[in-house]
């Protein structure tokens, strides 16, 4: 079993950046794709993918957050990114790694993002 830990998360102003962290319990070099999903209030039942990247390097990213996050992962580290600048209230969720690979799917516990002033 893998675990998945998010961290980075917090409450900032419009306009500014966080960086996201998810690191595995082990090796993700098997995870053939990794991503970022978030889960808005007051929608509960609807997980939007933000970001996406392969093992490969290739990315893509849900139009909203085009230009503004950048996901990256570190195979030596375990570790997945989303670098999110030019924060914008609607950015506020529950943010959430996932992780699939030959042995299933794996997601994390959540980190809150909030954007105010």
């Known amino acids: 079993q893998v675990q998945l830990v998010e961290s980075g998360g917090g409450l900032v102003q419009p306009g500014g950046s966080l960086r996201l962290s998810c690191t595995a319990s082990r090796s993700i070099s098997n995870f053939y794709l990794m991503g970022w999903h978030r889960q808005a209030p007051g929608k509960e039942r609807e997980r939007e993918l933000v970001?996406?990247?392969?093992?490969?390097?290739?990315?893509n990213y849900a139009d909203s957050v085009k230009g503004r996050f950048t996901i990256s992962r570190d195979n030596a580290k375990n570790t997945m990114y989303l670098q999110m600048n030019s924060l914008k209230p609607e950015d506020t969720a529950v943010y959430y790694c996932?992780?699939?690979?030959?042995?299933?799917?794996?997601w994390g516990q959540g980190t809150q993002v909030t954007i105010s002033s």
């Open positions: 970001a996406l990247i392969v093992n490969g390097g290739s990315t």
């Open positions: 996932n992780a699939r690979g030959p042995a299933g799917e794996y």
